[in-house]
């Protein structure tokens, strides 16, 4: 008998006083500080350069900051956590192995399910991502929306508690990436994770966060923290054309803009 898709729940994430530099000179942060809530989902937008990626890659345990601390549930974060997920910019499936393989890979990596339980959690999940009927779909037969919802299954299989997420729909078409944001908003209130999702698309980190988080240019961290107050559940067209919507992307726009500007002319000051 197949296990039931139940809440996970999420876990709450302390970034305290981090330091972090390349092998440069120039660090990238400068005691960096962000406290993220159990179930909260946090978007971090910036202008490039202004360390995104670094900052995910961070919170993942695949850089290690050179001072300061990265705690998920009051411990070090490490890249084996099982409480943590990671949904990268591409969808990165394994070519040669079908759709409910892919998202069993996880699963047969720790060892922990029987191959029988395996394949009923991927059929779950699938079913869960909206692509029940493709599981033996190899991923060139899947079209861009498609496969990252299997990298998504994948991901969230595994149960994580916190899920981190980089651009997760960047490469995709308009029309796809709004469905995908639907969808991302439908698995996150089922499951409750903790998410931090960082994008470049202001109307996206908008429509999908409870707080949104602007990265000022190296080594200043952050800029300004949102709260976002446009009230749950959202829904596309009436969400997005609402005055508050309008006035949080109007208020993101100018901020983006004077960070891209810092050095250049006057900046605004926290």
Known sequence: MSNPIHRVGGEHLLIDKVHFHYDTARPVYQNLNLHVEPGEFVCVIGPSG???TTLLNLLAGF?????????LRGQRIYPEDPHLGFVFQAPT???????AQNVEFGLKM???????????LSAQYLNLVGLKGFEDYLPRHLSG?????VSLARTLVTQPTLLLM???FGALDAITRETMNDEMLRLWQELGQTVLFITHDID???YLSDRIVVLHKPPHGIYREMRNELPRPRSG????????FWKYKKDLMQDIAQVANYGRSSSRTN
């Open 63 to 71: 850089l290690t900051p050179g001072q300061g601390s990265i705690l």
């Open 110 to 120: 720790n060892r922990e399910k029987t191959p029988e339980e395996r394949r009923a």
């Open 50 to 52: 202004c360390g995104k």
């Open 145 to 149: 929306g498609m496969q990252q919802r």
């Open 166 to 168: 980089d651009e997760p």
């Open 204 to 206: 996206e980190a908008i």
């Open 93 to 99: 499936l394994f070519p040669w192995l079908t759709a």
């Open 237 to 244: 067209p009436t969400t997005r054309t609402s005055d508050l």
